[in-house]
Antibody, heavy 118, light 114 residues
Framework: QVQLVQSGAEVKKPGASVKVSCKVS????????MHWVRQAPGKGLEWMGGFDPEDGETIYAQKFQGRVTMTEDTSTDTAYMELSSLRSEDTAVYYCATDRGEGWFDPWGQGTLVTVSS | DIVMTQSPDSLAVSLGERATINCKSSQSVLYSSNNKNYLAWYQQKPGQPPKLLIYWASTRESGVPDRFSGSGSGTDFTLTISSLQAEDVAVYYC??????????FGQGTRLEIK
């Protein structure tokens, strides 16, 4: 059974970058398609991007292109999401989630709260 | 992009009663070649990540109680809880995976006990 464990909460200043990790267990990262979804306080779910196995590439939501980078370290089965040029509106819980090739997300990591504040 | 719109935004139902949440997509998410609706439902409790309930619009995920059911096709979908339990208090989201990117979610429906 797949389990995803994310890194801890972060506090960043505006303009800085944050890198959140997501450690996979139960499967290898190469067997999964990893995605990232964020949720601002009291708001809904927003897809940021993820791996498209048909193209073999990571695809980013247009809103985040140029500011987000999603990478994987297959030697440690850990996925990373780095978001740069942070602003207060990026304050949110960031989730990793796997797509088992069908399109829905299961399971999800526990979430990482990123707070952007001066 | 496919826009997903849920109704209502919030809902209060008595314990043991039926709860119904609707989700409408801006275009059909039914793939004609396999006759499958590319629509999932999630439950999110406070402080927890979303939990998959239903995929292909009506297939219940393993371990999900059978009081949860999904129905609908094309652009209109419904999540029904047949007999509301206290542990069902949560926010519910629909998600389309028919046309990606981007993956899109509904805005969420908050379910409370009346």
């Amino acid at each position: 059974q797949v389990q995803l464990v994310q890194s801890g909460a972060e506090v960043k200043k505006p303009g800085a970058s944050v890198k959140v990790s997501c450690k996979v267990s139960g499967y290898t990262l190469t067997e999964l398609s990893m995605h990232w979804v964020r949720q601002a306080p009291g708001k809904g779910l927003e897809w940021m991007g993820g791996f498209d196995p048909e193209d073999g590439e990571t695809i980013y939501a247009q809103k985040f292109q140029g500011r987000v980078t999603m990478t994987e370290d297959t030697s440690t089965d850990t996925a990373y999401m780095e978001l740069s040029s942070l602003r207060s509106e990026d304050t949110a819980v960031y989730y990793c989630a796997t797509d088992r090739g069908e399109g829905w997300f299961d399971p999800w990591g526990q979430g990482t709260l990123v707070t952007v504040s001066s | 992009d496919i826009v997903m719109t849920q109704s209502p935004d919030s809902l209060a139902v008595s314990l043991g009663e039926r709860a119904t949440i609707n989700c409408k997509s801006s275009q059909s998410v039914l793939y004609s070649s396999n006759n499958k609706n590319y629509l999932a439902w999630y439950q999110q409790k406070p402080g927890q990540p979303p939990k998959l309930l239903i995929y292909w619009a009506s297939t219940r995920e393993s371990g999900v109680p059978d009081r949860f059911s999904g129905s609908g096709s094309g652009t209109d979908f419904t999540l029904t809880i047949s007999s509301l339990q206290a542990e069902d208090v949560a926010v519910y989201y629909c998600q389309q995976y028919y046309s990606t990117p981007p993956v899109t979610f509904g805005q969420g429906t908050r379910l409370e006990i009346k």
